[in-house]
């Protein structure tokens, strides 16, 4: 997987650990079982996207290949997550901003 993808992966992690905590009253690293199946899920999506190296972020792409249930949950997640990685992880956050704006192929 290449820089970009893992930098993805890497930032939906962030956000999805952002919302489990929060949501599901996890501690630390852990997962719930429902977001750890969601992380792997949207993993594999990204590995696999059809943009390969030149991929734009999921929310700026024509081509929606999460499953509708995977999506909404997606959504959920960056919608609570969003606003949030500010605080906990500007790096991350900066990067994808930055992608989202000037990096978007869609």
């Not at 820089?3 to 650990?17: D, G, H, N, Q």
């Not at 792409?61 to 906990?88: F, Q, W």
Request: charged share 25%; aromatic share 10%; net charge positive.
């Amino acid at each position: 997987m290449a820089f970009s993808r893992k930098l993805e992966v890497k930032t939906l992690a962030a956000m999805i650990t952002i919302y489990c905590h929060k949501m599901h009253e996890t501690r630390r690293n852990e997962l719930c079982p429902e977001c750890t199946n969601l992380l792997s899920y949207a993993e594999k999506r990204i590995d696999k996207c059809v943009y390969g190296d030149n991929k734009p972020v999921c929310s700026k792409c024509a081509i929606h290949c999460y499953k509708s249930d995977m999506r909404e949950s997606i959504k959920n997640v960056m919608k609570y997550s969003g606003p949030r990685m500010l605080l906990t992880n500007p790096i991350l956050s900066l990067r994808y901003f930055y992608r989202k704006i000037f990096k978007s192929n869609a």
